[in-house]
Structure formats: C-alpha cells, structure tokens
C-alpha cells in the first residue's frame, strides 16, 4: 500500500532466502535495501510497530551487499548453459580474489570486514581453490579461449600449458597425416608419361621437380608450434565476443588448433546446469506420473530442457 500511494505502478514485495542458495540470501537482502523507504513508512503508520534494524545494521546490510554483488556476478557467470564457462573459471577466481583485496582497504565495519576475510581465507584454502588451478582442462580451456589466453596465468604456468597444447596439437596434426596418407596413394593424378629415353623432355618434368622440393619437409612438433605460435600473436578478442565464433571463422588460419578448441571448450565449469536437467526430471517423474515410459520421460525431458 505504500508503495502504491507513492506512485508506484509495480510494487514490489520482500524477498525470502532459501538455505539452499546462497545468492537467494544476497537477494533478500537486496530487495530488503531496496525497499528501505517503504518498509520505514509503513512501520511508521502502525500503533505498534516491531522492532526495525538500527542505523548502524542498515549501514552494515548496505556494505555487506557490496561485499557479496561481485559473488552473485561470478555465480551467475559461470552457471549459464548457453555458453562455455569452464574457460572462465581461472579468470572470475582471480578478479574475485582482487575485489576482496580492495574492498579489505576501504572503511567498511568491523563486520563487514570479518565477513571479508573469512571469503579471502576460503578462496585461499589450498584444498579448495588451489585445486583449480592445478586444473589442466580448466588451463586449457582458458588458453584456447582468444578472450583470455595465456594473460591470467603466471610464466611458468604460461610455458607449462603452452607445451602441453603444442604435444595435443601434434597428436592431431600426426593422426591427419596419417588418415590421408593412403588417400593421396589412391587419388586420382596425371599419369606420369614413362620415359623410354633419358632423352625424352617431358612437359611436367620442370613442375614436378618445383612441387617435390615445395613438399612439407617438419615435423608435426614444428607444424604445431607454429600454429600455436601464431594464435598467441593474434589479437586478443573483445570480453563480449564469442569465442566459438570466433574458432568457426578462424579454423582456416588454425586447422589443427581449431579441432583441438572445439575438444576441449565443450566443457562445463560448474555442475549447475547438470543439476536442473536433473530438476527437471523429477518434476517430470513425479508420483503422479510413475505410468511414464522411460523413452517417454527422456522425450518430455529433452522437450523442456531445449524450449
């Protein structure tokens, strides 16, 4: 009602947390900030009203939210399913670490900032976040990703994965030569004119010769430094861009490397997008319908999962 008589055409109503979500906590206490004003007024017009938070608790819920905004962000990002997040992982971990840094130096109270380093503490817990960046999938990932590359990681973590995707890259470039070894035997090629006399000129004898000495002569190891090489040296792309666009139109410019990044960008950074795949299947196979098919069920579940 007091947001309706102060103009308001969408009130809006308080916001409760489940145990369940962390981010649903955030929320609340969001909606709660945000309707401060509405929520004094309509205590104020009460005979007797309950008892509201002090000015030193509304300033303390205002600072923890700036505290928790870049956690919502981070979890937000890397819970989608419509595109790659295993890439940045390495990449939201390390900007977290360095917001909480900053926001340790400001004047927050004395809550706000036990709040803050138990966060640092947690995000500096070996079993917990250093095992991301022992990680290969996940340095992989985000070396083959052209927004990031090797920029978030340390030097010897930079030559450490830069090998590894060269020996990756090497296997893919060994297994093509290999496959279209028999091929080039089989296919169709101008028949060479059998020379009766070692006097005898052939027409294609001069191109023959240019095309023999402009034959590949590396190995696979110096064919992929050099395509890895290369990417390192292009560009690095816009945040905003997509990647797999990206690879799509370059994957004349890297043939080799391309294959590898359509490998290994597919996957998935957290499980959350797992998880309600699997929420959906239990709304779908509920007691109510226990008479549906497993064929049925997977159809239906398949059918709300991609509408």
């Not at 309707?35 to 509201?52: C, V």
């Not at 797992?274 to 064929?295: I, P, Q, T, Y």
Request: proline letters at 4%; hydrophobic letters at 35%.
């Amino acid at each position: 009602m007091y947001q309706t008589s102060n103009g308001s055409k969408a009130p809006k109503k308080l916001m409760q947390d489940i145990s369940t979500r962390w981010n649903s906590t955030y929320y609340m206490l969001d909606r709660f900030v945000e309707l401060e004003d509405a929520i004094r007024g309509t205590l104020g017009l009460l005979d007797n009203p309950p008892q509201t938070l002090s000015a030193d608790e509304w300033k303390i819920t205002k600072e923890l939210i700036q505290v928790l905004r870049p956690f919502e962000e981070a979890t937000k990002a890397v819970s989608g399913s419509k595109y790659m997040t295993a890439s940045i992982i390495l990449v939201i971990s390390q900007g977290l670490k360095n917001v909480c840094e900053q926001m340790a130096r400001k004047n927050f109270t004395v809550e706000v900032i036990n709040v803050l380093q138990q966060l640092l503490s947690g995000m500096n817990h070996r079993d917990r976040w250093g095992v991301i960046e022992n990680s290969k999938t996940l340095v992989r990932c985000t070396f083959l990703d052209p927004r990031f590359k090797s920029i978030t990681l340390s030097d010897s973590m930079q030559q450490s994965v830069k090998n590894d995707v060269i020996e990756l890259t090497a296997e893919i470039i060994s297994k093509d030569r290999s496959s279209n070894a028999p091929l080039q035997e089989d296919s169709n090629s101008i028949p060479e004119p059998v020379d009766r006399d070692e006097n005898v000129v052939s027409i294609w004898k001069t191109i023959d010769t240019k095309v023999a000495q402009l034959q590949p002569t590396g190995t696979v190891t110096s064919r992929a430094i050099i395509e890895v090489q290369r990417y390192l040296e292009d560009s690095i792309i816009n945040r905003n861009c997509d990647p797999l666009k990206w690879w799509f139109d370059n994957k004349h410019n890297y043939p080799y490397l391309n294959q590898l990044a359509r490998k290994m960008l597919c996957a998935l950074g957290t499980s959350v997008p797992c998880e309600r795949v699997f929420s959906k299947a239990g709304l779908l196979l509920s007691d109510r319908r226990c008479n549906l098919s497993s064929k049925k069920a997977e159809m239906l579940l398949f059918l709300n999962q991609n509408t």
